[in-house]
């Protein structure tokens, strides 16, 4: 049983990068061991396999299988670099948002809402605070190993060379984590050198946002020396609309602050071998709105990658050791029904977590006709949950440690085969193996110490088949149609199987019982391009989600009800829990056109049909609509430059949607406009002013079952200057 801990403050501290890891440093020192013997091993590899390398001046890439897909699908985005150091929105998933069906588990930014809610998905597969969509930076998952969340601030729009979005699920290199696609990052340091840039903003809501990034090369040209760093200070805004708030209810706001570096070695001038090691740390601290509810996390990561890659038409090789470090607390809050007084009702005072990964993929020609892909992955997380609760007068009189260990391995083999010119087909298979292990629960009193609970969990495992099937037919130069059928599946990260939180009055437990997820589904869908500078890309898709992980409202306050506690009149407990059948159908279609330097135009649209088909815990949700998934999304970018000017605009609507899996609490529908200005003093210097949701839109995040609404930002501006050296 763990000593009671810290006392109860009011304000959450930061955690330094440092912090040890709860339980030991031995994960640590292992990942270390590893890392160094993987480099050794790395460095020898190459030496065995030096003599046969050809060489040749090509351009590397920062993962020659990051943006891979089995098939071609009928609709990916790619943004460019220009595109996202461009863009209006200053954090990268306010730009992500361009593109209908870029959902995080709520309608809010990541400037403001908390961690636990910046789950991604695409397409529209149902948003889940722990992620259906797998986010990769240079080849590196960084959803996060505890919760399956993403640290969108730690990623700076500048130093990505581009974001490719995938909306489809299925077996590829990236792994079962993929359910609802793929958002593969690439970063400068490794696509382009020399490079250096120091940029500066503020504006009415931003109190400053800095970051100095660079990568340069040696003489020769072997070694690449490359690093950044970043801090934002969101002075934030009231999340309570106006005529709703009350004494307790203020500004949330956050500060983060990251580091990026690293060298790259080739070994031969212009050869195809690199070794890259590279470490990254982030911290931040938030206020989400009321006095009690902060919150404070951080990450380190090491990785090694060895890579060789000669061109598409040659065989690559890639391997990856990683080590992710993260710590996170958070504190919950009760108010009071007219906002005056609020009291603590969750502490979350310790949330580490630790993970160790390997990657090993191949790709290399067979004939003329095959492209084959074949690697494997393996992963180990333990991570535990350290919180008091049940706070009665004036402290808290509980406290618990939940938690466990998740061990993933999976095998993947892939065929690209092209029969003809016009004739492309694509298939794959996937075994996975998970397996949950050290799964407890304990709780005390505080004051006496004496245990309460003390549950041992059993350890499970599963093995999963995947695959994938897809066809890709070009009758012509402007005219491609693609097909692919697919089955994917994610399992439950240890957030969503031990640690329960709180949102307003809606409290949500964990479920050490959930099972995993899976998906059967396919799409087709056509591109056409009239000319070189029109393309209209069209698709149609239909997924069915088994044992989807929803959180589902199954008690209601006022009262004192099982594990959820004291609920107030209005207060819903809800749980973690396996919805058995859900079918998401949808159509969309996207436009780019370029008109000539002066006008670019992408326009995009989204319209989703879902449906709870069945739910044995719940029966009165079937045939409900899921929850945070509007039935339609649009979007409108139009841009346009001169020699001297250039000028971004973007617009977003999204239809209503429902906050509650019983589709009783409705969020209204938004558009909001954002538009850029820059000036450009010659080639090296930029200086800019945005302005954010133009029209002070109303954007409604929640809904309480009380009546009181969240809102996203208002109205922002912020100015600020780009030097480039």
């Given at each position: ?141 960084m959803?996060d ?40 990052l ?19 809501h ?37 005529n709703q708030?009350?004494?307790?209810d ?60 000669a ?19 958070s504190?919950?809050?009760?108010i ?27 790709r ?13 992955d ?6 535990v ?210 008109l ?18 069945h739910c044995?815990?719940q ?23 001169s ?8 617009m ?29 003093f ?16 109303e ?27």
């Open positions: 049983m763990k000593n009671p801990g810290r006392p109860f403050t009011l304000a959450t501290p930061p955690i330094p990068l440092n912090a040890p890891f709860s339980r030991s440093g031995r994960p640590k020192r292992a990942a270390l061991k590893i890392w160094l013997g993987l480099t050794a091993f790395s460095v020898a590899a190459w030496a065995h396999a030096a003599e046969p390398v050809r060489l040749a001046e090509i351009e590397i890439q920062a993962s020659p299988f990051s943006n891979t897909a089995l098939s071609t699908p009928a609709i990916e985005v790619l943004l460019e670099g220009e595109t996202l150091r461009h863009a209006p929105a200053s954090s990268l998933d306010g730009i992500l948002r361009s593109v209908p069906g870029f959902r995080l588990f709520r309608r809010t930014d990541s400037t403001t809402a908390h961690p636990t809610t910046q789950g991604v998905s695409l397409g529209n597969v149902g948003p889940n605070g722990a992620s259906r969509s797998l986010v990769l930076l240079d080849g590196i998952p959803n190993p505890f919760g399956g969340w993403v640290a969108w601030n730690r990623f700076l729009p500048s130093t990505l060379s581009g974001v490719r979005l995938v909306p489809q699920a299925g077996v590829s290199p990236w792994g079962t984590a993929s359910l609802g696609g793929v958002i593969a690439d970063s400068r340091f490794l696509n382009e050198a020399p490079f250096a840039f120091l940029e500066a903003s503020a504006g009415d931003l109190r400053h946002q800095g970051a100095l990034a660079f990568a340069q090369d040696t003489e020769s040209g072997l070694t690449r020396v490359f690093g950044s760093v970043q801090e934002t200070d969101f002075a934030g805004y009231p999340v309570i609309r106006s708030r009350g004494p307790v203020g500004r949330a706001s956050s500060r983060a602050q990251a580091f990026d570096g690293g060298v790259r070695q080739g070994f031969a001038p212009g050869g195809d071998w690199h070794l890259t090691l590279r470490a990254q740390g982030w911290r931040e601290q938030r206020n989400n709105g009321t006095p009690l509810t902060t919150n404070a996390g951080n990450a380190l990561d090491f990785s090694a990658r060895l890579n060789r890659d061109g598409p038409h040659d065989w690559a090789l890639e391997s990856i050791l990683f080590t992710q470090q993260r710590r996170f607390e504190l919950f809050s009760s009071s029904a007219d906002r005056t007084t609020e009291k603590p009702s969750l502490d979350q005072y310790s949330v580490p977590s630790d993970s160790l990964g390997f990657i090993q993929r191949l290399f020609p067979l004939g003329d006709r095959h492209s084959l892909g074949a690697g494997l393996l992963r180990t997380t333990e991570g949950t350290e919180e008091r609760f049940k706070y009665v007068g004036t402290a808290f009189t509980q406290e618990r440690e939940a938690g466990g260990r998740q061990d993933d391995a999976g095998v993947y083999l892939q065929d690209t085969w092209t029969l003809s010119p016009r004739w492309q087909f694509h298939g794959g298979a996937r075994l996975e193996w998970h397996a949950d292990r050290d799964g407890h629960l304990q709780e005390w009193d505080i004051l006496s110490r004496a245990p309460l609970r003390n549950l041992q969990y059993e350890n499970s495992e599963t093995v999963t088949p995947h695959f994938s099937l897809g066809s890709k037919w070009t009758p012509s130069k402007r005219v491609e149609w693609s097909a692919i059928a697919y089955a994917g599946a994610r399992n439950p990260t240890l957030n969503e199987l031990y640690r329960p939180y709180r949102a307003g009055d809606v409290v949500t437990l964990a479920n050490p019982a959930l099972r995993q997820e899976s998906t059967v589904g396919g799409e087709v869908g056509v591109k056409i391009n009239p000319t070189d500078a029109l393309g209209l890309h069209l698709r149609a898709f239909e997924n069915r989600i088994k044992d989807a992980i929803a959180n589902v409202n199954e008690v209601r306050g006022p009262g004192v009800l099982g594990d959820w506690g004291f609920l107030p009149a209005g207060g819903v407990g809800a749980r973690r829990e396996n919805v058995d059948s859900v079918d998401i159908r949808g159509l969309e279609g996207r436009l780019e056109w370029k000539d330097r002066l006008l670019t135009v992408a326009a995009g649209w989204l319209g989703t049909q879902s449906e709870v088909r044995a815990v029966r009165a949700l079937e045939g409900r609509q899921l929850p945070q998934v509007p039935s339609q999304q649009a979007s409108l970018q139009l841009r346009g430059e020699d001297d000017w250039r000028w971004d605009i973007g977003r609507w999204v239809s209503r949607q429902f906050d509650d899996d019983a589709n009783q609490n409705v969020l209204a529908s938004y558009c909001s406009t954002d538009l850029r200005l820059t000036r450009r010659g080639s090296k210097t930029e200086v800019f002013a945005a302005v954010e949701n133009l029209t002070n839109a954007i409604q995040t929640r809904r309480d079952s009380n009546g009181t609404i969240a809102i996203g930002a208002p109205r922002m501006w912020s100015a600020g200057i780009r030097r480039e050296f």
